[in-house]
């Protein structure tokens, strides 16, 4: 049996690239090739939008909970970017008139189009991922963009799958970066969005002092014009700017392997949620689009990741000397007890200073909720004189997946950490400037910490299930 052009191009995609590809001019016959701002608003009347404003003239990463927030039309959005000047009358019925279009930028991002247009099928069929080898697949299973000149979307990492970018109208620039660019992008869990690691760095306007390695990267820059297709690898790093009034529309595709990434973001979601805990103050350390969730919520989740954990990908992360099980089944499927109340959570963290001092830090996880930093009675805070470094060595991390009696608990105790001097890079290994909530995130949420959980994690369960 013969296969089609689309199915190649599909496999190829999916199989066979391991760098962004831009297809050029390769949506000239979608319907929604044909798309402009104007004719949207024409087309979509009342239907409102929340579009997020921000300042033309900022000089650091302006993150999403740094922005204004304004509900408006698209033809709201069309009239605002005129450039003639408006009449009072128009200042008092659209609500985007008080944000200076020369100051300013405006984007309507991340729209699921199934949601916003779901009375829209003219709309949502206009976007055709068919001709790519994706069957069945349109504006239901995509997100729509909508951005002034200006707009842009901070540097980050999409923890799971792959991403297909169709490039509608306007012009949109994107510089990228490969996935072992990581230690070099300085990541960050705050703000703390699942799927998201946002860089630290303005990639616009780079603080080589503040972020030295940042020169070690690489970069990949491209240009998407009108009619461009751009296919993103999964875990490849991304900023994205509109150099035009633009519109866009993405889908990501889901992969076998998101189920490893699962498992990891659900440690990293109830390590989060844990710091914060329940303050007032929680939402600042969280993205507007995130909500907090409780540590049986989350342990919840870490449950589910474990059982629908692929048996491949369970081969993968097992140590050379713990073997799968004779029987060829996933241990992980018979799961652990259900969750139940009284669940312990601490966290033991223990700092050696560069001075020769050393500090160790131990509470319940649910008592780490000061939003600027984390004192303790038992640390000796003046080695932190003369600016001294302190690199995070162990963590005692306990994790109960029950109640605290439960032979089923488990602890992950003493977990070792690359620190930067192991790895040449001052991110992505714990060093810590001072005791403060976001380093303190940052530390306990690297890769390499949450890859030792997740073996261990995965180590103990599999002994609980074979007993």
């Known amino acids: 049996m013969s296969i089609s052009m689309q199915e190649r191009t599909r496999t190829k ?185 946002f860089s630290q760095v303005n990639i616009k306007y780079p603080d080589f002092r503040q972020h030295p390695n940042f020169k070690k990267a690489t970069s990949y820059e491209v240009t998407l014009n009108a009619g461009d297709v751009l296919f993103v690898p999964k875990h490849w790093w991304h900023f994205v700017e509109c150099l035009d009034t633009s519109i866009t529309v993405n889908m990501w595709i889901d992969l076998e392997s998101d189920g490893v990434d699962r498992l990891s973001e659900s440690m990293v979601r109830a390590i989060v949620c844990g710091l914060i805990g329940e303050s007032e103050e929680k939402e600042k350390w969280l993205n507007p689009t995130e909500k907090w969730t409780s540590i049986e919520t989350n342990l919840m989740y870490i449950n589910q990741s474990l059982k629908s954990l692929p048996e491949k990908y369970v081969k993968e992360i097992y140590t050379e000397d713990e073997p799968a099980n004779s029987e060829g089944s996933n241990p992980l499927k018979t799961g652990i007890n259900p969750l139940k109340t009284g669940i312990k959570r601490s966290i033991s963290v223990r700092m050696d200073g560069s001075n020769g001092k050393s500090a160790k830090l131990e509470k319940p996880m649910e008592q780490f909720t000061d939003k600027s930093e984390v004192k303790d009675k038992n640390i000796d805070y003046s080695m932190m004189a003369d600016q001294t470094k302190f690199e995070v060595k162990k963590l005692d991390l306990q994790i109960f997946l029950g109640q605290e009696s439960s032979s089923h608990g488990i602890g992950l105790g003493n977990i070792e950490v690359l620190t930067p001097s192991d790895t040449e890079s001052d991110v992505g290994g714990g060093k810590l400037n001072d005791i403060g909530f976001h380093e303190l995130i940052n530390a306990l949420t690297s890769p390499k910490v949450i890859d030792a959980v997740k073996k261990e994690l995965i180590s103990k369960n599999r002994a609980v299930t074979k007993n």
């Open 13 to 197: 995609l999916l199989q066979d690239t391991k760098e962004p590809i831009v297809i050029c001019n390769a949506i000239r016959d979608w319907p929604a090739f044909h798309w402009t701002p104007s004719l949207l608003g024409d087309l979509l009347g009342d239907l409102k939008l929340k579009f997020r404003i921000g300042s033309t003239a900022e000089s650091k990463v302006l993150w999403e909970a740094d922005c204004q927030y304004c509900e408006a039309t698209i033809a709201d959005f069309v009239q605002w970017g005129c450039r003639d000047v408006q009449s009072q009358e128009d200042k008092t019925f659209n609500p985007l008139t008080k944000f200076d279009h020369n100051q300013t930028w405006c984007y309507g991002d991340y729209k699921y189009m199934a949601e916003v247009f779901k009375e829209r099928q003219d709309i949502t069929q206009a976007v055709q991922w068919g001709s790519f080898g994706f069957k069945n697949k349109d504006g239901v299973d995509s997100t729509f963009w909508l951005g002034s000149r200006g707009s842009y979307t901070p540097c980050h990492q999409d923890t799971y799958g792959c991403n297909i970018v169709a490039q509608i109208y306007g012009r949109k620039r994107w510089v990228l970066f490969p996935p072992e660019n990581s230690p070099f992008l300085y990541p960050a869990r705050i703000p703390y969005e699942e799927s998201s690691i």
